[in-house]
């Protein structure tokens, strides 16, 4: 693929971080050292300044205040590898050996392109008589010392996280150089973590070609594909690693995440299991084991293993967060007071401290002390906001785009393209609006597949958005009216045959993605004869629960009542949209409809799929399989009236979003919805 630069404008303290460091290289550690402490005055959590201060300190030989700087630095920046190997340093100079030995370790498993931490490494171990150890640090040393000195800074840089100088000097590298596996690797690994994931999986497949024997990449792309949701290939890929060792711990993973993908939960089950055989106590793969339980209806287990991995690692907010998120377990005072005091803790981190408060928030609803419930709530949301780059104005433009070129006239021009198989029921609108239950009242019906939320059709609209995209003037879904009657055929073909692999026989399945609501204009045109199923929830409900929901990616709407409020607004204006240019088209399905009256809701489902009635749609928590999403345990109980009004508790507090949802309250109700 054509390799290009990149490049980034410098902030003034970046500026005045080179000059640092700078100093520090010409031995002016004094000078270093006391231009830094006035910046970090200014800016008390700049990892650099911290570092260049410790740094500074350790050469001036006043460790223990350098490791009072660098342990302040890695409480703030536990995945900063160079304020660990910078530590290691310290203890290396007080002739600590167990204590640097342990630093620098923390440092080369967080950043293995460290080649004074694997020289001091070798040496402290030597020092201890551990020949065996010093032998693998040497080798270390000599892989980094054979690889060009570019790589090696850029890998060291994207390890700590330093994306855009990591991609400038290894594009740099490249357009240099040509073609060279590792480069070509990492510039892959950056793209990921940029969420560039056409461009991996090219680089890796060229990665690949050159190099077949690496096992690094291979594992990569199998890592990118299954992020592209190509868990199929996916499991290719990692097959071949598992044939050459069968016992590593990162396939086995990604194994088990590839046979989750498929829908294979007892695979992935088995293999975990074999895993902890192996590890026991570990606390991830305990967590993911319990996913597994909970998404087959192993309750019971799936609890034992979410309070295994509790036990394990102290504050681990998403152990907590898994047992609020079954919606059916209730938290003991002990758990609950452990929580507190984790959350309350200084050192724990933001991603840690997001899941305890949402957990937080569950456990006092349950206790009905709603205020504190709420303020639990509202912090996790905060913090998961401040985290997040969603811009409400995308969704926006897009669906004015929608509405300007998917009209009436745009349909009739191209009135029997696509693949008329009518195979696929579409159940999309907001999360937690109803989807699971409608999902599962259709799983039950002999002729019908549950699958779960596939990812095929956002996967066209990115296609079809292109590489680079400006979301302020986007290609899609403009770049829809240039497509041939045959390319429209061909996607709907490629989304029957992307989705085989979820599917066991029945004639009809579902594809349960809520965001599809946006790309209707898109499954009409490739599938024509698919149904659709507009799952809708009065919004106040709606929106409250989505704001008391920590998602495990995405939806990224739902963590502020102006944001979750303008999304629901404008999921109205679109889909009165489709209602106008594709009258009929869609079945609207209100969730409060189908509480008041399960068997009429059921039997007009029925109906507009072409269905018979069957009396297990009514009886539909009786039937056995994979649910994937945080309703998995409610629809596995009869319809209860219970969470319709659970807002109401928290109506003082939720001002913002009534006034936000305007006359969404009215609208979502309207003849014209």
């Given amino acids: 693929m054509q390799i290009t630069p990149a490049t980034a404008a410098s902030s003034p303290i970046e500026h005045e971080v080179r000059r640092l460091r700078a100093l520090q290289q010409q031995g002016q550690y004094e000078e270093a050292l006391q231009s830094a402490l006035p910046l970090l005055a200014q800016i008390p959590e700049n990892r650099d300044l911290l570092l260049i201060i410790g740094g500074s300190l350790r050469l001036l030989g006043r460790i223990a205040e350098a490791l009072e700087a660098l342990d302040r630095l890695v409480a703030l920046q536990p995945r900063f590898s160079l304020g660990h190997q910078e530590r290691g340093l310290c203890f290396v100079a007080l002739k600590d050996a167990p204590r640097s030995i342990e630093a620098l370790l923390q440092a080369v498993n967080i950043n293995p392109a460290l080649p004074m931490s694997w020289r001091m490494l070798e040496g402290v171990y030597r020092i201890a008589g551990d020949a065996e150890n010093a032998a693998k640090a040497a080798a270390h040393v000599a892989t980094l010392k054979a690889m060009p000195p570019e790589v090696v800074t850029a890998t060291s840089l994207f390890s700590d996280g330093d994306l855009v100088p990591a991609e400038q000097i290894i594009r740099a590298f490249l357009l240099r150089h040509g073609d060279h596996p590792e480069a070509m690797r990492l510039l892959a690994k950056i793209g990921m973590a940029h969420d560039v994931l056409d461009d991996a999986e090219l680089l890796l497949e060229a990665t690949l070609a050159l190099e077949p024997d690496h096992h690094a990449a291979r594992y990569d ?34 194994a088990a995440t590839a046979a989750v993908g498929l829908g294979e939960q007892e695979v992935a089950i088995e293999i975990y299991r074999g895993m902890l055989a192996d590890v026991p106590g570990s606390a991830d793969i305990q967590l993911w084991l319990g996913h597994a339980l909970k998404t087959t209806g192993q309750v019971p287990s799936a609890i034992e293993a979410y309070r ?82 969603y811009r409400p104005e995308i969704l926006e433009t897009n669906t004015r785009r929608q509405i300007e070129v998917c009209n009436s006239a745009f349909f009739e021009r191209r009135t029997g393209w696509g693949d008329p198989r009518p195979d696929p029921i579409f159940i999309l609108g907001l999360p937690r609006a109803g989807s699971t239950l409608l999902e599962q009242i259709l799983a039950s019906h002999s002729q019908v597949e549950g699958t779960q939320e596939l990812p095929d059709i956002q996967r066209f609209a990115l296609d079809l958005q292109g590489r680079d995209p400006d979301l302020d003037d986007p290609r899609y879904p403009g770049a829809l009216e240039d497509l041939s009657a045959d390319d429209i055929r061909q996607m709907g073909e490629k989304y029957l045959a992307d989705t085989q692999v979820y599917r066991s026989g029945r004639p009809f399945f579902i594809d349960k993605m809520p965001n599809n609501f946006r790309h209707i204009g898109l499954i009409h045109l490739i599938l024509p004869k698919a149904k659709i199923i507009d799952a809708r929830r009065e919004p106040m409900a709606c929106c409250f629960s989505n704001l008391k929901q920590l998602f495990a990616q995405g939806q990224e709407f739902s963590y502020s ?55 297990g749609c009514i009886e539909f928590h009786k039937t056995r399989r994979s649910v994937r999403t945080p309703s998995s345990e409610q629809v596995r109980q009869p319809i209860f009236r219970d969470g319709l009004d659970q807002w109401r508790a928290y109506e003082p507090w939720l001002g913002p979003l009534k006034d936000a949802l305007g006359d969404a309250v009215i609208r979502y109700r309207s003849k014209r919805a």
């Fill in 561 to 615: 009542p102006e944001d979750i409020a303008r999304y629901y607004r404008t999921y109205l204006d679109l889909m009165e949209h489709w209602d106008r240019a594709l009258p009929g088209r869609v079945l609207r399905v209100h969730h409060e409809d189908i509480i008041d009256d399960l068997e009429s809701g059921v039997r007009r489902i029925l109906d507009y799929c072409g269905l018979d009635f069957e009396p």
């Fill in 221 to 254: 792309y199998a890592q990118t594909l299954i992020n592209r949701h190509k868990h199929a290939q996916a499991r290719e890929q990692v097959q071949q690693l598992l044939a050459i060792d069968p016992g590593n711990l990162d396939y086995r993973s990604l």
């Fill in 308 to 389: 295994g991995a509790a036990a394990a690692r102290p504050g681990f907010g998403d152990a907590y967060w898994s047992l609020a998120n079954l919606k059916t377990y209730r938290f003991e005072d002990a758990e609950i007071a452990c929580m507190q005091a984790e959350e309350a803790s200084a050192s724990i981190s933001t991603e840690d401290r997001t899941h305890l408060c949402f957990a937080l928030g569950k456990a006092f609803e349950d206790r009905g002390e709603i205020e504190r419930s709420w303020s639990f709530y509202e912090r996790g949301n905060r913090l998961r906001r401040n985290e997040s780059h």
